[in-house]
C-alpha cells in the first residue's frame, strides 16, 4: 500500500503500544482486582502481560525483561508488601533496568505508600482509586520509561 | 429487570410450607430463633498463636458463642512459618499453625468440649483437622462429643480464592477423606463447608454464588457415595457458608432459594431419606468486598444491613465484618463494635420473633422463584459439562465470575452503581482510623519456637510417620489415621504438606485475564 520511505515515517510517528506487566506476587490468591486492571489496561490499548498467581520477585523481575515492559503493576493485598515491594527494585537495580517503572495496588497504608514511593515506586494506588487514574498513571510511567531508555520503544 | 412492584400475579408458585416443613425455603426450624438464636461467631486471626487466644478468650468474655479461626496465608499454602515463602506473610493475614504445639496454644484454657470451633482452612484442611483433634483429645474431650465446622471447600479455591496446593483429583481425596473420617468418628463435627463466601467476593452475582456453591455441593456428595459412603451418613454434616451482601432482598431470596433447592436435590437425586440430610444450615458473612476505605465508618452501615438480611434468611451462624477491614485486620475495638451489632439485631431489633418474617412478600417470593429457576439452569449447564471438576478445568466458574467482577467495576466506573463515599458524596477530610500493624518480629518468634521444635521432638517418630504418610497416599484408603499419628509426633504443617507434595504434585492455574 505504502511505498517503503512513507512506511518508515509512520512507524517511527506512531509510538508501539506501551508494555505492562501486572503481577501477583506473595502466597495470596486474591486475583480480582489484578484481573479487572490488566482488563482495563488492555482495553486502553495496551499490551498486558498477566503472570498469574504466586510470583517471586525473581520471577518477576525475569518476565520483565522477557517481555520488555515499560511498567511492572505489583497487585498485594496480604500486607506482604514492605517485604516484597523492595526485593523487586533491588533486582530491577542489580539487572539494570532502572527505567522499568513500578506501580503497586493493594491494601498499602499511607505510611507504608510513601515509604515505598521514596524507595522509588513511582505510584502507589490504595482501594477505590478510579481506573481512570491508574491507567493514566501507567501511560506516564510507561512515558517515563521511554524517556530514560531512549532507544527502547 | 426488576419492577417498581409486585403482586399476587408475580408469585407463579405459590405453594409455600411452613418453616420447618420440607423443602425448608421459610427456614429449616419451625420457630428459628425463639429456639435458639444464631451462633455469632466472629472470625480472628493474627500475630502469633498466643495473641490470638488471648483475643479469643476476649471475645468470649464479650458474649460471642462460638470462635472461627483465621490461618495465615503459609499456613493456608501448607507451608511453615520459616519457609522461604512465608516471609513477610507471616502472622498477616491470620494466626500461623506450624505443628500440635501451635494449635496446642492457640486454644489454651478455652473449653473445647463447650464452644464450637470454625477453621477457614482448605488445601491443608485434612493436616490442620488432625491437629485439632489431636489438641482436644489430648485436652480429655470427646471427639464424639466436640462440634465445630472444617471450611475444606477445596473446589471453591480453584474457582475463586486460588488457595490451592494439589491437583483436582488427589484434593477432593482429601476431601472425600474428612467426610468419611468424621461420618464414623466425629458425629456432631461439620467436616465440610460449602462456601459460596469466597466466590462472591470474587466479583461473582448473587445468581452465580448460589449455582456454584450448590453444584460444588453436588461434586462432594457425588465423590463421598462413590467412596461407598451411604447418603443419610454423611450428608447431615454437610454445612454451608454465604455471603451476605448489599441487595437486602436479594440475599434474603438466595438463602431462601438455597434451601428449596438443596432439599429437592438431596431428596430427588440423591434419594436422601433423612430430613436432616435435606436441611441445608449455612453461617452466613457480611461482605468484605463491600467495606470501603474511603468513610470507612459508613462501613458500620452497610453491616448492619447485610447481617439483618442474613438473620431474616434464616442463619446458623453469623459474621459481622469490622469497620477497619478495608485496611486491616480487626482492631479489638472495631471488632467488638462488629459484635455488639449482632446482640442489637438479636435483643433489640425484635426480628428474631417470627420465623421468616417477609415471607409471603410478593416481591421476595418472586426474587426467590427466579434465583431457583436460575440456579437450577446454571447446575444443568455444570451437568453437562460433565460435573464441576471439569468445569473449573476448563475456566468456566473462573470466566464467569471475571466477567461479573468486570461488569460491576465499569458500573462502579461510569457511576450507574453507587457506592457511597466512594463515586457518589465523596468527602476530603477523611480521618485516619486507628488499625492492627503486625510486627515483623513475629516472623522471628515463629521461626525460633520451630527450631526448638525440631530440636526437642522425636525425629525418628517424624521420620517414620511421614514415610508412612507418604507410603500411603500412594495407595488407596483413608489418610487421616496417618495424618494422626504424624501430628501426635509434631510433624510440622510444611513437613506434612511436602510429603503429599511429593506424592500428589501441585495444581497452577493458566493464567488469564
Known sequence: MFSEPTKSVLISEMESPIRVLVAKPGLDGHDRGAKIIARALRDAGMEVIYTGLRQTPEMIVNAALQEDVQVIGLSILSGAHSAIVPRVLELLREKGMTGVQVIVGGIIPDEDARDLERQGVAAVFQPGAPL?????????????????????? | MLKASYGAEDVTDPYLPAPGQFPYTRGIHETMYRGRLWTMRQFAGFSTPEETNRRYRYLLEQGQTGLSVAFDLPTLMGYDSDHALAEGEVGKCGVPVSSLADMETLFEGIPLDAVTVSMTINSPAAAVWAMYLVAAEKRGADLRRISGTLQNDILKEYIAQKEYIFPPAPSMRLVTDTIEFGAKHTPRFNPISISGYHIREAGSTALQELAFTLRDGIEY??????????????????????????????????????RKLWATLMRDRFGARDERSMKLRFHAQTAGCSLTWQQPYNNVVRTAIQAMAAVLGGAQSLHTNSLDEAYAL????????????????????????????????????????????GARESIRTIDET??????????????????????????????????VGVNRFQSDDDKPIETLRIDRAVEARQGEKLRELRKTRNNRDVERDLKALRGAAERDGNLMPRLLDAVRSYATLGEICGALRDVFGTYEERPHI
Open chain 2, 386 to 419: 460433565g460435573g464441576m471438576v471439569k468445569a473449573i478445568e476448563r475456566g468456566y466458574p473462573q470466566g464467569e465470575i471475571s466477567r461479573a467482577s468486570f461488569e460491576y467495576q465499569q458500573k462502579v466506573e461510569k457511576g450507574e452503581a453507587v457506592v
Open chain 1, 132 to 153: 481512570e487514574t491508574i491507567v493514566s498513571s501507567v501511560r506516564e510511567a510507561a512515558a517515563s520509561a521511554r524517556r530514560q531508555e531512549p532507544g527502547r520503544q
Open chain 2, 330 to 373: 480487626p482492631g479489638e475495638e472495631a471488632a467488638t463494635l462488629a459484635l455488639r451489632t449482632q446482640q442489637v439485631i438479636a435483643y433489640e431489633s425484635g426480628v428474631t420473633e417470627a420465623t421468616d418474617a417477609f415471607g409471603g412478600s410478593y416481591y421476595l417470593e418472586r426474587l426467590t422463584l427466579d434465583l431457583e429457576a
Open chain 2, 221 to 258: 456428595v457425588e465423590w463421598a457415595l462413590e467412596r461407598g459412603l451411604a447418603i443419610d451418613d454423611f450428608a447431615p454434616r454437610l454445612s454451608f457458608f454465604f455471603n451476605a451482601h448489599n441487595d437486602f432482598f436479594e440475599e434474603i431470596a438466595k438463602y431462601r432459594a438455597g
